[in-house]
């Protein structure tokens, strides 16, 4: 049964970086229909996108978030990770990391979300 | 603000049916077959519920049904259980630049 873990710190500073590590069990992360990825909820409001990647480093960024985002893949370690520059406290959130099945074989384009990990709050505060 | 367009809030009675729906362009639902519905318990993870608009996966329960006419996908729910008062999502795949767009969800109370 697949599934995903979020790890890393549940505290970041202002103007710091937050990193996460989503470790995934009971399937490979090497698969050419899936993209890898995560996703918000800021404290009582909807999901947004950050962005996903391929275990071929194929990216796909939420554009608001662009230049503070870095996504990266151990595909020896089954790990994939998050990178997020230059917090503040509007990135305050619960973060996800998931499977994302793709519309057609190496295709960045999102057909459907799943599994979901069980989430981490990230708490950005000095 | 969401790219999909999700009444906020629905309510309805145990055994009642209800439908939440989801509004996109042609350039997302009009389109494409994308569309997928998410279940969230306050505290949890979202949960996939239905893909490619109409298709449940294994073991999520028959009374779930999706659909979808033009811009407009909806999520029906019927014979209303106390379980399923939580939040809902909607997601599709879209032919801009982030090639995916969400719902700003729907909260369902069963009353």
């Known amino acids: 049964q697949l599934q995903l873990q979020e790890s890393g710190p549940g505290l970041v500073k202002p103007s710091e970086t937050l990193s996460l590590t989503c470790t995934v069990s009971g399937a490979s992360i090497v698969s050419s229909n899936y993209y890898w990825g995560w996703i918000r909820q800021p404290p009582g409001k909807g999901l947004e996108w950050i962005g996903s990647m391929s275990y071929t480093a194929n990216i796909n960024y939420n554009p608001s978030l662009k230049s503070r985002i870095t996504i990266s893949v151990d595909t020896s370690g089954n790990q994939f990770f998050l990178r997020l520059s230059s917090v503040t406290a509007e990135d305050t959130a619960v973060y996800y990391c998931?499977?994302?099945?793709?519309?057609?074989?190496?295709?960045?384009?999102?057909?459907?979300?799943?599994?979901w990990g069980p989430g981490t709050l990230v708490t950005v505060s000095s | 603000q969401s790219a999909l367009t999700q009444p906020a809030s629905v309510s309805g009675s145990p055994g009642q049916s209800i439908t939440i729906s989801c509004t996109g362009t042609?350039?997302?639902?009009?389109?494409?077959?994308?569309v997928s519905w998410y279940q969230q318990h306050p505290g949890k993870a979202p949960k996939l519920i239905i893909y490619?608009?109409?298709l449940r996966p294994s073991g999520v329960s028959n009374r779930f049904s999706g659909s979808k006419s033009g811009n407009t996908a909806s999520l029906t729910i019927s014979g209303l259980q106390t379980e399923d008062e939580a939040d809902y999502y909607c997601i599709s795949y879209t032919s801009s630049v982030t090639a995916v767009v969400f719902g700003g969800g729907t909260k369902l109370t069963v009353l």
């Open positions: 042609s350039s997302d639902i009009g389109d494409y077959n994308y």
């Open positions: 490619d608009v109409g």
């Open positions: 998931a499977r994302i099945k793709t519309i057609y074989w190496g295709a960045k384009g999102t057909a459907w979300i799943d599994p």
